[in-house]
């Protein structure tokens, strides 16, 4: 298994313009998230989903779209960028178990996507 | 122990030395915490989790800790190597079923030869 798999590694943008981060899992995880990391801080959720078709925000979704169409890959997309978005953004996934105790794995996180918007 | 603000807490620990790393969380209804590492470069990588009807839980030379009353969790390595160095982030669940975590601004430890 690759695991959590993000792309590209480093992007460079100017003001205005749009992209995609990709990001894809190939362990048949249910649940998948985008956090940025900022400097000297923790990691902040962005959006996430809970399945395929199935998507919601999380504590800083301003200016970021997502969208689930199959449970492998989980795109963040940037409308128009901004210098604010200037960070390192990480996508992770994680399992449920089933059955009356169901509880969520812990997060299995990508290397990270260094992104610059000059 | 993790604050707010810019500059990493750091611990400086002597090779061999037990380290301690400090967490305190905010939300009471918080089910689930997890400690993760994280070298440079990389995203961060599981280390140890908890859920809130436990007070203790062991890995290998790893040791979790976690006081309800004052919400406190913290991270203890045992006979810390050079290999441990890294950022330590602490994270809580406050989503209640969908994983919602909360990170802590982390600590560096630093491994003393």
């Known amino acids: 298994n690759a695991g959590v798999t993000q792309t590209p590694k480093f992007q460079v943008l100017k003001t205005g313009q749009s992209m995609t981060l990709q990001c894809a899992q190939d362990m048949n995880h249910e649940y998948m998230s985008w956090y940025r990391q900022d400097p000297g801080m923790g990691l902040r959720l962005i959006h996430y989903?809970?399945?395929?078709?199935?998507?919601d925000q999380g504590e800083v979704p301003n200016g970021y779209n997502v969208s689930r169409s199959t449970t492998e890959d989980f795109p963040l997309r940037l409308l128009s960028a901004a210098p604010s978005q200037t960070s390192v953004y990480f996508c992770?996934?994680?399992?449920?178990?089933?059955?009356?105790?169901?509880?969520?794995?812990?997060?299995?996180f990508g290397n990270g996507t260094r992104l610059t918007v000059t | 122990g993790e604050s707010v603000g810019l500059h990493l807490p750091t611990l400086s620990v002597q090779e061999g030395d037990n380290s301690i790393i400090n967490c305190a969380y905010s939300n009471s209804a918080s089910d689930y915490f997890i400690w993760y590492k994280q070298e440079s470069g990389k995203g961060p990588q599981f280390i140890i989790d908890?859920?809130?009807?436990?007070d203790k839980r062991q890995g290998q030379r790893v040791t979790v800790l976690l006081n309800k009353t004052v919400k406190h969790l913290s991270l203890q390595i045992a006979a810390t190597q050079p290999g441990d160095s890294a950022v330590y982030f602490c994270a809580e669940n406050t989503g209640q079923g969908a994983q919602k975590l909360v990170f802590g601004q982390g600590t560096r430890l630093t491994i003393n030869p």
């Open positions: 992770a996934s994680s399992y449920r178990t089933g059955g009356k105790s169901s509880y969520n794995s812990p997060l299995h």
């Open positions: 989903s809970v399945g395929a078709g199935i998507t």
């Open positions: 908890i859920r809130s009807n436990m």
